[in-house]
């Protein structure tokens, strides 16, 4: 890093510069900005992105090791063999977690390392990793999330039932997740069912970017994303029955974040209305045991065919809300009539971070827990993912001055402690991703890390981002 002197900056007083100088203009200030004070700070991973030995001690292929493979799917080419290697490293890297002194750790827990086959025979030493990984978390003062469904399905559902193009596999998921949960629980008092419903119906069934790399017309998309919701729903049913009593449950979800574009009542109104319907067909179904009128009248002879009783497990009642929240998806105004909105274009400048989808907006960190709290009544969430990618240069000095994640995250986070401050009900926030890792169709391209990772010498190295959360867990306030 270049001193002061060598960038032609005069150098100021120590004094000065802490503000205690007589001479200086005093500003009040109501800052720190505290969160409540059994707030939960974390960090988030999954398997398959960080854990590479895909083919150790008994572990089955997923659709993901598949697509990998195929040509031209990952842009840089790679593959996530061996990723991190966390899963031969996962000492290395809870000491990383306990250096930033955060107290909850995120992870994912690959299904075709406990049924290599999807179903039937479990495999012990699948299941023995994860064993190890929370007692590791454990005994450094470190509680464990787990999630189940990180997107690795077995390759194995893929081929026999058309993975979840088929409610075998919400059978199969429901199964799985007792069977985890029967064996974790208990350590593990949060589980989460499935991450990003949105990302891997979308990605995986209708643009193909993401395994398996299907491109469905919407009436198949419909119920796929059906079956995910049905799949979550069973999983919540089997928890509640294999788990310890008081194991909390409920899904990580990327829902559409609608914004109010200017702060009216009716804009707000109207932004609550169209996270209520973007959301239909996961989320809102999860909290209100229906598809809404507006969802069915809008899918028409695409709708998904279901039962009540499909319902009825879908709405299986959940603890909490783990929302993944990056970036604005929509800017609302009301519409013409009071339960109508509007959806705003984005303007070909609006700023975005080192992956093009994302777009800068603090706000989001704000709207997503406040209209899932107002519209739902829910009494619990936690933001299960928040970060960013950045294009992060290793400077002559070894370190990594990466101010533009710490500006994202500074940004997110003041607008998280404006609803914390209000009320709304957010208990832990978990930052994606503790370290580099492998980021789906981006390969080792983006980088999310709080620490960077060498994927040559696998060396993890402190960013200066990871300097500033740690400032932020210790004085529990954004500043
Ligand atoms: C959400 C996904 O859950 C995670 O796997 C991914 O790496 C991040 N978004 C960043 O794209």
Redesign the pocket.
């Given at each position: 890093m270049a001193a002061w002197s060598a960038l032609g900056i005069p150098t100021i007083s120590a004094e000065a510069a802490e503000g205690t100088s007589t001479s200086a203009t005093q500003f009040p200030t109501n800052r720190p900005a505290t969160f409540p004070p059994d707030f939960l700070w974390g960090t988030a991973t999954?398997a398959y992105?960080i854990e590479g030995a895909v083919n150790v001690d008994g572990r089955g292929p997923s659709i993901w090791d598949r697509f990998v493979h195929l040509k031209g799917k990952i842009i840089d080419h790679s593959t996530a063999d061996v990723a991190n290697d966390h899963y031969h490293r996962y000492r290395e890297d809870v000491q990383l977690i306990k250096e930033l002194g955060a107290k909850a750790y995120r992870f994912s827990i690959a299904w075709p390392r406990v049924f290599p086959e999807g179903t039937g025979m479990p495999n012990p030493k699948g299941l023995d990793f994860y064993q190890r990984l929370l007692d590791e978390l454990l005994a450094n003062g470190i509680e464990p999330f787990a999630t189940l469904y990180?997107w690795d399905l077995p390759q194995a559902l893929q081929d026999r039932y058309g993975g979840w193009r088929s409610r075998d596999t919400s059978k199969a998921f429901a199964d799985y997740a007792g069977y985890v949960a029967e064996r974790i629980s208990d350590r593990v008092k949060h589980i989460f069912t499935i991450?990003?419903c949105a990302?891997m119906v979308q990605a995986g069934f209708g643009t193909g970017i993401d395994a398996p790399g299907l491109m469905l017309p919407q009436k198949e998309i419909n119920k796929v994303r059906h079956h995910v919701a049905l799949g979550h729903g069973l999983a919540v049913q089997a928890i509640r029955a294999h788990a310890r009593a008081g194991t909390k449950v409920g899904p990580a979800e990327?829902i559409e974040i609608c914004i109010p574009a200017i702060e009216t009542p009716a804009n707000i109104r109207a932004a609550e209305i169209a996270t209520r319907e973007l959301n239909a067909g996961y989320l809102t179904a999860i909290l209100e045991g229906k598809y809404t009128d507006g969802f069915l009248t809008y899918a028409g002879a695409n709708a998904p065919k279901f039962t009540a009783e499909d319902l009825a497990a879908i709405s299986s009642p959940i603890d909490f809300v783990g929302l993944?929240v990056?970036m604005p998806n929509q800017y609302v105004v009301a519409g013409e009539n009071s339960n109508d909105f509007a959806l705003l274009p984005f303007a070909a400048t609006y700023p975005h971070m080192d992956?093009n989808w994302l777009r800068i907006g603090p706000e989001a960190m704000y709207w997503a827990p406040r209209h899932v709290a107002k519209l739902w009544n829910v009494k619990s969430i936690h933001i299960t993912?928040n970060g960013t990618s950045a294009a992060d240069q290793v400077s002559a000095d070894g370190k990594v001055y990466d101010v533009d994640r710490i500006m994202y995250l500074r940004n997110y986070l003041t607008h998280l402690h404006r609803a914390t401050s209000e009320g709304v009900p957010v208990q832990g926030y978990f930052v994606?991703?503790l370290m580099d890792n492998f980021?789906?169709a981006d390969g080792y391209d983006k980088r999310?890390g709080l620490y960077r990772v060498d994927f040559q010498t696998q060396r993890r190295t402190p960013k200066l981002s990871a300097s500033y959360y740690r400032e932020v867990i210790q004085r529990n306030a954004v500043m």
């Open positions: 999954s992105q990180h991450n990003e990302r990327n993944n990056y992956s993912e994606w991703s980021e789906w999310f």
